[in-house]
């Protein structure tokens, strides 16, 4: 086989579709738009969500609640998780990133209960609830919250 010899497969390519070229063509005259209506016409587009002048469902329905724009979005890491790090390493957000523990080395991470650890670490996050404090700490570590930017 040669590159000049590689052909494609059976109907994978197509034509394109010729529009308004002819009653032969099977797309002449109306060209594949129907007849008549704002859709039939150039530039005749219609906004997402409009319903032709009825209250659209988007303001039809209530509205409740709201997004608070300067909300904390947590990674959550599980003590348990930490049994995969070394002994005695120090470990942050971008070393939890490396280990595939988080999502991104940018975020907060918070440190939850779930799980038991046995080795000894030096762990910094932005915050970890009163039970995962203390339970690492009884395994012997050292754990410093620094606050989320």
Do not use: C, W, Y
Request: net charge positive; charged share 25%.
């Amino acid at each position: 086989m040669k590159l000049n010899n590689i052909q494609s497969a059976d109907g994978s390519r197509k034509d394109r579709k010729r529009l308004g070229a002819g009653i032969g063509t099977g797309h002449g005259k109306t060209g594949g738009r129907g007849h008549k209506g704002q859709k039939s016409r150039s530039g005749g587009k219609v906004m997402r969500g409009f319903e032709g002048g009825q209250m659209p469902l988007i303001r039809r329905v209530p509205k409740r609640g709201f997004t608070p724009v300067s909300r904390n979005e947590f990674q959550i890491v599980n003590i348990g998780q930490l049994e995969k790090l070394k002994a005695g390493s120090k470990v942050d957000a971008a070393m939890l990133f490396e280990a595939g523990l988080v999502r991104n080395a940018v975020d907060p991470v918070k440190l939850l209960a779930r799980g038991e650890l046995s080795k000894k670490l030096s762990l910094t996050v932005a915050a970890a609830s009163a039970s995962a404090k203390a339970k690492f700490e009884s395994a012997g570590g050292t754990l410093t919250v620094a606050e989320a930017k």
